[in-house]
């Protein structure tokens, strides 16, 4: 029980900066206050609030379980590519938004879409789209916290409870702090992440009498493969690196980019994000696949149904291997970890740092909070009609029924249908990120363009969302190609239904929803009228 | 020259990034990384440092002045 009181103890210190960012506010009912923190945050600020924005409970509990059954390709797989992408991304994309943002007083990415290609039902399109895949994350932020509370406290706070807790805690520092209060929670949060893994670390590396004696000996064992990278193939791991230019088409991300104070604290954001990514995957991948050496009863349980799965899967009913990848899924082994070599306090503080992980949800609730007071609500009128304050006041009205909403579904569906969201959501996002690019870069390209991306995005998500969900997933075959395949072509599988998701020719969805989202924005720009010269001067300068 | 330079940079290491020389290694570092993590979280480092290159050659600082001039324009017209 010690471990929840020094969560929920950690939860009370949450709630009290988010309360103590409203009382810094307090007076100004300003949308760009409320919103954007008047964009005014400074350098450390900016730096790990956006970090931590992108930080979701994967970062911990599902890095970690990824690695204990697929090994140390993990890192390389979503860590290292990161690293790399997203600082890009921001240092390309972000850092001209932001001066735009500036200039034009934008607020949100449809904002600054519906000024440069002169449209305006195509930028609600737009947000409907951008809405509908993020509504998810904020579903199983929820989920995760009332499962983490619940295996923390050993079973005494019940799922809906420590759901409802979580989702009340967000809610209540969304609600009062807006930005400023969010940005700063999520700087408090990502720096338990960074203490996290170090801490995590040493106190299992401790615990297990040191990583030599344990690595060596996996190295020995039929285990080897996982200090390897064999269990992915290279197609896979190379489609992976797409996935990363998801995350400046998330709107919390871009908004986010709104928040900086000067165009400089950017500086900093770009070059250490790559360290602080290295400094949390890093211990959390190793600690995953070092657990594979831990003698605990549910560790055993997850190898033994790894083991039955890949030997007598291939015989077995597609409920039945659903079931055994139930067992095997290895997202507690970080908090197992904890529970064996841990001192219960200790555990305790561990805890909150996982629970800042799950909580990442903040930043998706107040940015679909900002996107429907701006792109809806003001855009048809409402802030015309009743003035800045009412907005304001919307948008806090939208946060509670958009967390009650997320809360209530929480309760009732089942996790899986969300994670397969969040899995194609990622591509998803991905697939829109050609919009900013061309909005930004391409004095050529046009609201058609734009129109096509956003329509092949919604279709293509749907589309592999019901393929996996209508083929069921093949047993992993040791030796042997597992894969679905429908239709071949040079050798090549066109599509296929692999164990863990969806192939085409070998590669991940997300490639070809990138390369032919960038096709469409470039044929359908091509063919299509372009904006006036005003606006084109406003983005690009030359002749008005 | 210095723009094309930073941009073959960039090319370089994400094509380091697909390391398949280390794909079935399971050699230790230090005795207990794997070298193909250990490779990864030098690639990171790797990364930072080109993240220092970008901003300290290539720094979008037209931006800045864009914004000081909008806001001079925005002052002046008040």
């Known amino acids: ?544 | 020259m210095k723009r094309i330079l930073l941009v073959v940079a960039v090319v370089a290491l994400y094509i380091l990034h697909q390391d398949i020389w280390f794909w079935r290694s399971s050699h230790l570092v230090f005795g207990f990384i794997p070298i193909g993590l250990f490779y990864h979280g030098c690639f990171s480092v790797a990364a930072a440092l080109l993240m220092w290159l970008l901003v300290t050659f290539a720094w979008p600082s037209h931006l800045e002045q864009e914004v000081e001039e909008a806001e001079r324009e925005e002052g002046g017209a008040r």
């Open chain 1, 1 to 544: 029980m010690i471990p929840a009181i020094v969560v929920f103890l950690y939860l009370a210190a949450v709630l009290y900066i988010g309360i103590f960012a409203f009382r810094r506010a307090r007076g100004k009912e300003e949308a760009e206050d409320y919103f954007l923190a008047s964009r005014s945050l400074g350098p450390f600020v900016f730096l790990f609030s956006l970090f931590g924005t992108n930080m979701t409970a994967f970062a911990i509990l599902g890095s970690s379980g990824h690695a204990f059954t697929n090994g140390i390709v993990t890192f390389g797989l979503m860590a290292s590519s990161s690293g790399l992408v997203i600082p890009l991304t921001i240092f390309l994309v972000g850092t001209r938004v932001w001066a735009l943002g500036k200039k034009y007083g934008f607020m949100t990415p449809v904002q600054m879409f519906r000024d440069r290609w002169e449209c305006s039902h195509i930028g609600t399109l737009i947000f409907v789209v951008q809405a509908a895949m993020l509504v998810p994350y904020i579903i199983i932020g929820i989920m995760g916290g009332g499962t983490t509370l619940y295996t923390i406290s050993g079973g005494a706070v019940p799922f809906w409870f420590g759901g409802a807790i979580v989702a009340m805690v967000v809610m209540s520092y969304v609600f009062f702090g807006g930005m400023r209060g969010t940005a700063w929670v999520n700087t408090f949060q990502t720096v338990l992440f960074l203490a996290f893994g170090a801490v995590a670390l040493i106190v299992i590396g401790y615990g297990m009498g040191g990583f030599r004696a344990a690595a060596q000996a996996m190295q020995a064992s039929p285990l080897a493969p996982l200090l390897t990278r064999e269990r992915i193939s290279p197609y896979y791991f190379f489609s992976y690196t797409f996935i990363p230019l998801s995350a400046i088409a998330f709107p919390h991300i871009l908004i986010f980019c709104l928040t900086a104070r000067k165009i400089t604290q950017f500086k900093k954001t770009v070059i250490f994000y790559p360290i602080c990514i290295l400094a949390i995957w890093l211990p959390c991948v190793f600690l995953g696949v070092m657990a594979n050496r831990v003698t605990m009863p549910q560790i055993q349980e997850k190898q033994e149904a790894r083991r039955v799965l890949a030997t007598q899967g291939k015989a077995m009913q597609p409920e039945q291997r659903d079931e055994l990848r139930d067992k095997l899924a290895g997202d507690d082994v970080i908090m197992l970890l904890l529970q064996r070599y841990a001192p219960l306090w200790l555990a305790g503080l561990l805890g909150a740092g996982i629970m800042a992980a799950v909580m990442a949800s903040d930043s998706q609730i107040l940015a679909l909070s900002t996107m429907f007071t701006e792109d809806v609500f003001a855009f048809y009128g409402g802030k015309t009609r009743f003035g800045e304050s009412v907005q304001v006041q919307t948008g806090r009205i939208f946060i509670i029924l958009i967390t009650l909403f997320a809360y209530v579904i929480a309760l009732q569906a089942p996790e899986t249908i969300f994670e397969l969201a969040i899995q194609y959501a990622f591509s998803g996002f991905a697939a829109l990120s050609p919009l900013l690019i061309a909005a930004l870069f391409w004095r050529g390209s046009t609201k058609w363009g734009a129109l096509a991306v956003t329509l092949w995005t919604a279709a293509s998500v749907i589309a592999v969302a019901a393929f996996q969900s209508s083929v069921p997933a093949p047993a992993p075959t040791p030796g042997a190609n597992p894969n679905i395949i429908f239709g071949t072509l040079g050798g090549f599988e066109v599509l296929s239904r692999t164990p863990g998701g969806t192939a085409v020719f070998g590669f991940m969805p997300v490639v070809p929803m990138v390369l032919i989202s960038t096709l469409l924005m470039v044929v359908v720009s091509l063919a299509t009228k372009k904006p006036a010269q005003t606006t084109i001067a406003k983005y690009f300068g030359g002749h008005k």
